[in-house]
């Protein structure tokens, strides 16, 4: 199929994203007010504005909403607290459903804080994340895990970020998991892909798209070897994909690995939210061809654009259009 084909499809489908869906704050601070606090003589950061946007398996929802699908839905968590309004917010105004995140009062919104220098445009001084390292409330999960079968059967394209990289505190917790596992063996005809930071191993029967740190990484943790076919096995998954940066991503299928190259960038704008770009791009387009090479592909191409735009950026179909002519 052509691009101009597969984006055309994108239109009559829906998109889910499960997991970690997080708030971005990116606060541009001016160094030339950074004179100590009267009060204790540590110096200010003096934010001199602030712009919000989806992060983690919100940046996988913003890249599906550019991209054209018809109908993009967000599951997750977030505290009842002002990152939460502010995220909601963010979210609905791409388009996005927000209506399947479930708050809870007793946590925080998972918020990454950027700041950056006003003068250079850099993003220059120490992150500021507000986290969860404590399980997730079993009352919260038990409402995650009755949303999830009616979200599941709303939807055609069922992508899972696994984002926190604590051994607690993220939504994609074991039970998640394996309901998971059990709806995608129940819907063969979705497609169901997981990206996870540290324990892509745990995930079954989906589709696994780590980058080539992760795979690695599950394979020493299980083999004590780089094993990649092994990987895939182990997770009864049909298929992986191994993400690998500039040099674009493995397909894994049975008996069978091709490397499909990406067009090479020489001075990438940012990198940040590469994978998530990559990620809406293969799902959506393996849906609509169920081809994983033309996935890749497709996945590679959408990354190319989004790595030319700083923060984490998005693709339009026609930006795509135009990159596919390159």
Not at 139 to 163: M, W, Y
Not at 241 to 266: M, R, Y
């Amino acid at each position: 199929m052509t691009t101009a084909q597969i984006l055309a499809e994108f239109l009559k489908l829906s998109a889910l994203v499960v997991g970690d869906i997080c708030l971005d704050r990116w606060c541009t601070y001016d160094p030339d007010v950074a004179e100590p606090s009267r009060e204790t003589g540590i110096p200010r950061i003096g934010v001199i504005r602030t712009e919000v946007t989806a992060g983690a398996g919100g940046t996988v929802a913003n890249n599906l909403a550019a991209l054209g699908v018809g109908r993009v839905g967000v599951l997750g968590v977030i505290g009842d607290d002002g990152f939460g309004y502010e995220l909601a917010s963010a979210l609905e105004r791409r388009g996005i459903a927000a209506d399947t995140l479930i708050r809870a009062p007793e946590m925080q919104t998972f918020t990454y804080t950027k700041l950056i220098n006003a003068k250079t445009g850099v993003e220059d001084l120490p992150r500021v994340d507000f986290i969860c390292t404590t399980p997730l409330d079993s009352e919260v999960e038990r409402q995650v895990l009755d949303a999830l079968p009616a979200a599941v059967a709303a939807s055609d394209v069922i992508l899972v970020s696994d984002q926190a990289e604590t051994s607690a505190g993220g939504v994609v917790t074991p039970a998640v998991r394996n309901l998971l596992s059990e709806l995608a063996s129940a819907c063969p005809d979705k497609v169901f892909l997981a990206d996870s930071r540290a324990r892509i191993e745990l995930f079954r029967k989906v589709i696994i798209k780590p980058n080539r740190d992760e795979a690695e990484s599950a394979c020493q943790r299980l083999f004590g070897r780089v094993d990649l076919q092994a990987l895939r096995e182990y997770c009864e998954s049909s298929l992986m994909i191994v993400t690998d940066g500039s040099n674009g991503a493995l397909v894994v299928v049975p008996d069978k690995e091709q490397f499909c190259k990406t067009k090479p960038i020489s001075k990438p704008a940012d990198i940040c939210g590469a994978g998530d770009s990559f990620s809406a791009g293969a799902a959506m387009a393996l849906a609509v061809t169920g081809s994983p090479v033309e996935a890749a592909h497709f996945g590679n191409l959408v990354a190319s654009i989004t790595i030319m735009k700083k923060g984490t950026g998005t693709a339009s179909p026609a930006e795509v259009l135009e990159a596919s002519r390159g």
